[in-house]
C-alpha cells in the first residue's frame, strides 16, 4: 500500500469519525450514538464523506489517491459497500 499523506488523512477521518457513526447506524431503533436521530447520523456521516470527497484527487483513477490502492481505498470500501448495500434495510 502507498504511504500517502492525503492517503493517510483519508485514513484517519474514516477512523475516527465515520467508523463512529457507522456503528451506530447498524441499530434499527435509538439510541444512535450521540446522535439524536438516525437522520442526524446521517447528515454527520455525509458530512464526512463530503470532507473526504474534497481531498481525492482530481486526476481520474480507479484508486482514491493516485494510480494504485491505496490505505485510503482498503479503509473506505467496506464502509462504501455498508452504505449501498446494508443502511438501506435498517431505514
Known amino acids: 500500500l502507498i504511504n ?6 483519508i485514513t484517519r477521518i474514516h477512523d475516527m469519525y ?3 457513526i457507522q456503528g451506530c ?4 431503533n435509538p439510541p444512535f450514538g450521540i446522535y439524536g ?12 464523506l463530503q470532507i ?12 482514491l489517491c493516485g494510480d494504485s ?3 485510503a ?7 462504501m459497500i455498508f ?5 438501506p434495510k435498517f431505514g
Not at 83 to 87: A, F, N, S, V
Open 52 to 63: 473526504i470527497e474534497n481531498l481525492i484527487s482530481s486526476t481520474p483513477s480507479d484508486y
Open 83 to 87: 452504505i449501498e448495500t446494508m443502511l
Open 73 to 79: 481505498d482498503a479503509s473506505l470500501y467496506p464502509t
Open 37 to 48: 436521530t438516525r437522520s442526524d447520523a446521517i447528515q454527520e456521516l455525509l458530512k464526512q
Open 18 to 20: 465515520i467508523t463512529t
Open 4 to 9: 500517502d499523506t492525503t492517503s493517510n488523512l
Open 69 to 71: 490502492i491505496s490505505l
Open 25 to 28: 447506524l447498524y441499530k434499527a
